[in-house]
């Protein structure tokens, strides 16, 4: 392999970004074949700390940190 050789998206920050997109869709398809789709909008809209809000920001957080594992890396020399 080359020096200049560099797995592009192949890291830690892809890695926890996947993880977190997996049990945040896990999470928000269960709850759609239990309650519903109005029941579950009404949960993610309503004032309440709930278990589909924490998905949609583990959905955030996820996404933030496979864009993070996609930026430009610089090898130090």
């Not at 050789?5 to 890695?15: Q, S």
């Not at 933030?64 to 996609?70: A, P, R, T, V």
């Amino acid at each position: 392999m080359s020096h200049e050789y560099y797995r592009r998206g192949r890291n830690w920050y892809t890695a926890i970004g996947s993880l977190f997109l997996i049990m945040a869709g896990i999470v928000l398809v269960r709850q759609l074949v239990l309650w519903g789709p109005e029941f579950v909008e009404d949960f993610i809209v309503n004032s309440e700390f709930t278990n589909e809000k924490i998905s949609i920001g583990m959905i955030i957080f996820g996404v933030f940190m496979i864009l993070l594992g996609f930026r430009k890396h610089e090898s130090q020399r």
